[in-house]
């Protein structure tokens, strides 16, 4: 079975970092684009960043630039995001999403999430 | 950024009726419109790509359509299960963004 989980997600103080883990399975990672997108708790979904087959292509939502990175090991089949400087407003649930972008152009496999919390 | 406006915010119908949502984009799209329902507590599910296409194992009441910056989804017979929020995505540019959504209630 093709799946995706999630890990990492936390309570964090303001300020705080964190790195979010996605592992693959059932399928090989290396040959697609990957998303991460979050869920504010009761809000909608918001998309987070987007990294390529190889790393060669990144980006990331314009309120969130300089402050989260995304990367890749094929080889342990997992994304990350590094996430700095956390604030309230970074409360969520983080979701990776497989990226079947030279097909359907669409998200068609997607973790369960995990939670982080930013708080005090 | 592209903004995207789902419209209505909520819609409230009765088993069998139709439905039609609507996701306005600030600028024409390439038709690289997608879109997602999310039941409670479940992550999304992908419903329609390249504003028309439907995926793999979604029903055919479920229609994608539009052009430019004008789309809608168009659930023609609603059964119990399609209460949801349905999203829309734009593919057309980066940042990619969503819409809001539109809560399907059934009465």
């Known amino acids: 079975e093709e799946q995706l989980v999630e890990s990492g997600g936390r309570l964090v103080r303001p300020g705080g970092s964190l790195r979010l883990s996605c592992a693959a399975s059932g399928f090989p990672l290396s040959t697609f684009n990957m998303n991460w997108v979050r869920q504010a708790p009761g809000k909608g979904l918001e998309w987070v960043s987007f990294?390529?087959?190889?790393?060669?292509?990144?980006q990331y939502a314009e309120s969130l630039k300089g402050r989260f990175t995304i990367s890749r090991d094929d080889a342990k089949n997992s994304i990350y995001l590094q996430l700095n400087s956390l604030r309230a407003e970074d409360t969520a649930v983080y979701y990776c999403?497989?990226?079947?972008?030279?097909?359907?152009?669409?998200?068609?496999?997607w973790g369960r999430g995990t939670l982080v919390t930013v708080s005090s | 950024e592209i903004v995207l406006t789902q419209s209505p915010a909520t819609l409230s119908l009765s088993p069998g009726e139709r439905a039609i949502l609507s996701c306005r984009a600030s600028?024409?799209?390439?038709?690289?419109l997608v879109w997602f329902q999310q039941k409670p507590g479940q992550v999304p599910r992908l419903l329609i790509y390249?504003?028309?296409k439907r995926a793999t194992g979604i029903p055919a009441r479920f229609t994608g359509s539009g052009s430019g910056a004008d789309f809608t989804l168009t659930i023609s017979t609603l059964q119990p299960e399609d209460s949801a929020v349905y999203y829309c995505?734009?593919?057309?540019?980066?940042?990619?963004?969503f819409g809001g959504g539109t809560k399907v209630e059934l009465k």
């Open positions: 600028q024409r799209l390439n038709n690289y």
């Open positions: 990294i390529s087959t190889n790393n060669v292509h990144l």
């Open positions: 995505q734009q593919r057309s540019s980066w940042p990619l963004t």
């Open positions: 999403a497989r990226d079947r972008a030279l097909d359907i152009r669409a998200y068609d496999i």
């Open positions: 390249d504003a028309s």
